[in-house]
């Protein structure tokens, strides 16, 4: 079992920047990938960014150069920078995690960011 904590999000105005942390608890010696998504209203859930334990780092398109995932394993906690946001990055951003060996993901509560032109 892991126990994820989301903290950051709020509002900002477009071309604004906001951080994200996650942090795990549980069996944290077990997860192999942390990372975001995001479900706007009347959306679907879709990925944002994702980082394994290896290193490796997956970003959606539309964050590509602007938003900044990385991971401090010694902690167990998942940030993502996020800058020049936009108002099409409004959502409800949830942190994910997955341990070795499974493919079921674990969520945190999900925290809501909100982009005005």
């Known amino acids: 079992q892991v126990q994820l904590v989301e903290s950051g999000g709020g509002s900002v105005q477009a071309g604004g920047s906001l951080r994200l942390s996650c942090a795990a608890s549980g069996s944290t010696f077990s997860i192999n990938l942390m990372g975001w998504y995001r479900q706007a209203p009347g959306k679907q859930r879709d990925l944002v960014a994702r980082?394994?334990?290896?290193?490796?780092?997956t970003y959606a398109d539309s964050v590509k150069g602007r938003f900044t995932i990385s991971r401090d394993n010694a902690k167990n906690t998942v940030n993502l920078q996020m800058n020049s946001l936009k108002p099409e990055d409004t959502a409800v951003y949830y942190c994910?995690?997955?341990?070795?060996?499974?493919?079921?993901?674990?969520w945190g509560q999900g925290t809501q960011v909100t982009v005005s032109s």
């Open positions: 980082i394994f334990s290896d290193g490796s780092i």
């Open positions: 994910y995690a997955v341990l070795r060996a499974t493919i079921t993901p674990y």
